[in-house]
């Protein structure tokens, strides 16, 4: 069954959430009319993802009858690229523009919507590793769409088969700040884990045997559960004697012990707030 035609789209960046968001467009139908990058070794990584009808490094050889413009490139480079789009765009005419930055707003866009164009913010929450990972877990993701086009960014993640939830700009930022304790902080402490181990000759894949299901099931119980009623532990038993143990054992590593102790004292904060609310 063919797709329907939807609007024509512009990929501004050949970065890999950019190209795995490109490619579930064309999927659903939208027309992949352009994409710049800086570089053609990433056009010729893109374009074997999706069918682009033109390609550049000039960004001035954006075509003039584009819908949608993605921007696709490292924070730190959005405004500086929006402001050169902005030179090519003398009248927007009302084109949707946004990008997909994760902890900026639709204000980084503002010289664009000086030119007329209508603007927001759209990021996937998923750790896109490379283009294949994100390919494989966009089609089912939750997107934050924030500005002015929230609601038809909303709608842009439904026709792709994701969910888009409407924020505002601090609701966004806050959103991608828990994204990353959620995400890295669990991979770097577990990178760690596996270095403390190896101190003791326990290998990767013996610590994962013992591990990896019980960390399943304390992230499965810290987002259905209370802090109480998921928490085991020398901290939830009170049982200084253990803490003071593992403390010790972390002698040599301080990082890992400032963080146990920071963790011992969140936990008690937080077991104390949750008491004093029930």
Known sequence: MTAEIKDRFALIGASKTGIALA??????????AFLWNRSPKGINMARGYVNFQKVSTEIESLPHSIEWIIIAVSDDAIQTVA???????????????????????????????????????????LSVTDIETGIRMMGNAVFSCEGEIAGELQQLAENIGGTGIQLNADQKSLIHLCAVFANNFQTVTMQALKQLALSKNISSEMLSAFLKTLSQQA???????????????????????????????????PELKNLYEQYVALTRQLLKKELEQT
């Open 23 to 32: 490619y579930y467009l064309e999927k659903a139908g939208y027309t992949p």
């Open 83 to 125: 402001q050169n789009l902005s030179q090519v765009l003398k009248d927007g005419n009302g084109k949707k523009v946004f990008h997909i930055s994760g902890a900026w707003d639709s204000g980084l866009l503002n010289d664009l919507k000086m030119r007329h164009c209508r603007t927001g913010s759209f990021h996937p929450l």
């Open 219 to 253: 992230i499965d119980n810290a987002w259905s559960k209370s802090l109480g009623e998921s928490l085991t532990g020398p901290v939830a038993r009170g049982d200084q004697k253990t803490i003071d143990k593992h403390l010790n054992q972390l002698k040599d590593t």
